[in-house]
């Protein structure tokens, strides 16, 4: 039998709890399952040969430097296609106010111990993406719940009392994760004028951005925030445009916070894969995303569509759910008195799954009536044999 000396975790890790999805996810491997709770984007839309090529004409003929340690900040060529791609007439993003993550949870982690002590107020959308309480719990902030409506975060929310003197606020302005909503302009604008005035950086998590289907893109926060004086941190990611396994994400803020940033990178990998940066900028130099993007916008939206479909044929009228214009997500609000973790149990057991919302709550009441529905991955088919069932369950229970 094996045996070892006693060993003592930190307090910090004794705190940690596995993520409620991670548990619903081993349940979900079964091949009999359908699935509505990943977060995955569909494989079917990975641009595996362009990237194969990318990776073989970098390593072909720069492979000494693509298999080198290289700079915390990332590689020069990517930082610059970074900034210029979010440049505009009116704002310049200077390639110091770029640094290059291992995707944008590792920013995630990054912002929690650039901002967070033990106790800082952060403000947090009310539901939120789990991945980002996961990284930012670590570093013991007290939450503070911003309240929203179908058009997302509600600006107004930032000037109360309880938000004073927040190290951050944390916002996920399009196809929000997890309920597919999304923030109109004029309350982008109102929200940057509110954190401007009230001196609250806005971290904009946009991975889902480029992924619009339907409806008239907005200008994000960043843009909106250097006119109007706030200091935004962007995060953007290659992993819904290109794919995840990649884990090359990027960090758009003022340089003097990219600067603290790459200090912080240095201590935890010294910077992102170098040989994955290179084939990710020989990838997009010329406009590839412009060609493949239409193709993943194309299958999301179908996707989407086909779930809205079944959901208006087997849904009773008093289930509400969000339309959204993109991304991957939709959410599903039950009447009151109603709990989608009990859905959720008897769901398991006709087969089905997905995420009840009571996780995606960081502070304050959570609606345990919502739930979160994943529509990308799952085949046209399967998504109405599936939402059939959830509606039957769901009358059953009323
Ligand atoms: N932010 C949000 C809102 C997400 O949904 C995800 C992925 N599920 C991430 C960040 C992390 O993405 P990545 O690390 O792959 O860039």
Redesign the pocket.
Known sequence: MDSHTPYTFSNRANQLTSSAIREILKVTTRPEIISFAG?LPSADGFPITELRQAFDTVLATDGRAALQYGPTEGYTPLREWVAQDLSTENVNIDVNEVLIVS????A?DMLGKLFIDVGSKVLVESPT?L??LQSFSVFEPEYVAMDTDDGGLIPAEVSTAKAAGARFLYA?PNF??PTGRTMSEARRQELVERCAAAGIPIIE?D??GELRYKGTPQPSLLHLGRKAGATVVR?G???KVLA?GL?L?YIVAPAAIIDKLVQIKQATDLHSPSVTQMAVYEAVKGGFLQQHLPTVRDLYKQQCQYMLDAMAQHFPDNVKWTRPEGGMFLWVTLPEHMDSQELLHKAIERNVAFVPGEPFYAAGEPKRNTFRLSFVTVSEDRIREGIAILGQLIREQM
């Open positions: 977060g995707g944008s949870q590792q995630l993406y991945g980002a996920l929000q994760n998590d991975p889902y995060l990611s290659f992993s995840p884990r994400g």
